[in-house]
């Protein structure tokens, strides 16, 4: 499914090594071995943030502003203003590129990142965008999703789209690590799998997820092993689902939401944990292998960090809360 040299392997000894960071590596221990140096340079809610194709770069969306922060040295570069249109869910494509859409319409602007200018609109959805993902292996290239049922396949050269699903209500979306295939789940209950070679004949597979609740969906991501979908809600369960046979396998429900926030989970590198955010001003690292809690991670936030993203070619690990938290371990566990 994948190129095991291209991943690294993670300890649970690293997940307690982590601390919050505002520079890779750097030791920042007080009595309770954490300190929280963090970017706190809007007001704005942070709704999104997305990786660049190197993982060294990193964007986050910020209601009318794009915050841009360099991963090799944890600084931040200056932030892209959007006060026209808005800036609500967003994917880094190319190290340079970046699409985006608005609080309200189905357009999704390419904007160049170091020109800071936009160089092409790409119209076809008809309500609010929901999610966009580019194409694992040709990121110049990315797929959309929207309140208007639609999934959309989109390349930057071109400004309409090359592929529609009508899904009838709305998708959530993911690629699987290689790009072959990808899934699309509805109503908080299906998830279709698709060849992205021959997706016009529609699903290959579709699994109806047995469960025992009624959570809202709110994300969907495959493991980079590829045998495994995790599935994030606006409750308290985070599931990880076979993406072979559909069995919901864990369902990871210790930490706290009591106010229905919108979660967003990540898997690491190896497949074998999952982090997400906690009311309890704690981020959960939980085994995907025994389904129990590996460690906690303070965090200053009285809400959850509603979106976590773990990258996979680095240990650095990404939070939004009020504010940007970046994590990495320790200077001792660096010099283990």
């Known amino acids: 499914m994948y190129d095991e040299e291209d991943y690294i392997t993670v300890k649970a000894e690293a997940f307690r090594a982590l601390c919050a960071s505002k520079v890779k590596y750097q030791s920042l221990r007080q009595k309770n071995n954490q300190k929280f140096q963090r970017f706190n340079e809007t007001s704005n809610n942070l709704i999104e943030l997305a990786y660049s194709e190197d993982e060294r770069g990193l964007i986050v969306s910020a209601e009318d502003v794009i915050l841009i922060y360099n991963l090799r040295d944890g600084s931040k570069a200056k932030p892209v203003e959007c006060k026209k249109y808005g800036v609500d869910r967003l994917e880094y494509l190319t ?9 309200t319409s189905g357009i999704i602007r390419a904007l160049n990142i170091p020109k800071k200018c936009y160089i092409r609109y790409f119209h076809g959805h008809t309500k609010k965008i929901r999610q966009i993902r580019s194409f ?8 959309s999703s929207s309140l208007d049922g639609h999934v959309r396949m989109f390349d930057t050269k071109s400004h309409d789209n090359f592929g529609l699903i009508n899904m009838c209500s709305t998708p959530l979306i993911a690629f699987d690590p290689e790009g072959i295939l990808f899934a699309v789940a509805t109503k908080s209950e299906t998830i279709k799998l ?7 004949l529609g699903p290959f597979k579709t699994f109806k997820i047995m469960k025992n609740d009624d959570d809202e969906w709110t994300d969907i991501e495959f493991a980079p092993c590829g045998k495994f979908i995790l599935v994030s809600t606006k409750a308290v369960g985070v599931k990880w689902i076979d993406a072979y046979t559909g069995k919901v396998e864990h369902n990871f429900s210790q930490h706290k939401n009591p106010n229905n926030v919108p979660l967003r989970a990540s898997v690491s590198s190896d497949s074998a944990f999952v982090t997400v955010g906690s009311a309890d001003r704690n981020i959960y690292v939980y085994s995907t292998d025994t389904g129990d809690i590996t460690c906690k991670l303070p965090t200053p936030y009285t809400e959850p960090s509603h979106s976590v993203a773990l990258s996979h070619h680095q240990f650095l690990m990404a939070s939004l809360g009020r504010d940007v938290v970046l994590w990495a371990p320790n200077e001792e566990y660096v010099n283990m």
């Open 95 to 103: 190290n340079e590129l970046c699409v985006h859409s608005d609080p």
């Open 136 to 143: 694992p292996n040709q990121r110049e290239k990315f797929m």
């Open 194 to 200: 698709f060849d992205i070679r021959s997706f016009d």
